[in-house]
């Protein structure tokens, strides 16, 4: 797939190492409404699916469950590209088949491991709200609010906006995955 090699080529982190490649995210709310929100993106598999940690406390993982459809934008400045993936969602929770789930969850950092056991995201501000953990080693088992959102890509398009005219390109997924330049 071209597309999915020019992406890993993209996010590859500079030499000295980069920072976590953070996305946007967008569902569609209960009323219909179009929700974005920041995410990092913590594997891109074989298959172009994305792999994003997400608290199944979360606004947008109820999205997910009414909606399971959703984009993701990639900007990465360094290379003034934009990928833009919109496909079917899957929610791997507690009940999923643990092996890829609990991979994930060991990859995390302590701190980003600790996130899931503070309150429900976006709940009031209570007291107790701020005695949270600061850490979470990875030999702790995933707690049930720990769920893995999976994009599995159905349309991906490219904007490179190094070239004058910038260049765009969209590749679909019918039988197999067929690709084609268009204006930006």
């Known amino acids: ?4 090699q020019e992406l890993r080529e993209a996010m590859r982190p500079p030499e000295g190492g980069g920072g976590p490649i953070v996305a946007t995210l967008a569902t569609v ?3 219909g409404c179009p929700r974005a929100r920041s995410v990092v993106v913590r594997r891109l598999d074989d298959g172009g699916r994305l792999w994003i940690a997400s608290d199944g406390r979360s606004e947008k993982n109820e999205e997910l469950r009414r909606n399971p459809a959703g984009e993701v934008v990639l900007w990465l400045p360094g290379q003034r590209l934009q990928f833009r993936l919109r496909g079917p969602v899957e929610l791997l929770g507690a009940g999923s088949p643990q092996d890829e789930r609990v991979v994930l969850w060991r990859e995390l950092s302590d701190s980003a491991r600790a996130l899931f056991f503070w309150p429900s995201p976006g709940a009031p501000l ?4 701020r005695d949270v953990p600061a850490a979470a080693p990875a030999s ?3 707690p049930a609010s720990f769920e893995v959102v999976v994009l599995r890509p159905a349309e991906v398009e490219r904007l490179d906006l190094r070239p004058h005219p910038h260049a765009r390109s969209r590749w679909r997924q019918e039988d197999d995955w067929r690709g084609f330049d268009i204006n930006p």
Not at 1 to 4: R, V
């Open 140 to 142: 702790l088992a995933p």
């Open 1 to 4: 797939m071209q597309w999915l």
């Open 126 to 129: 209570s007291a107790d709200s």
């Open 29 to 31: 709310d209960a009323a």
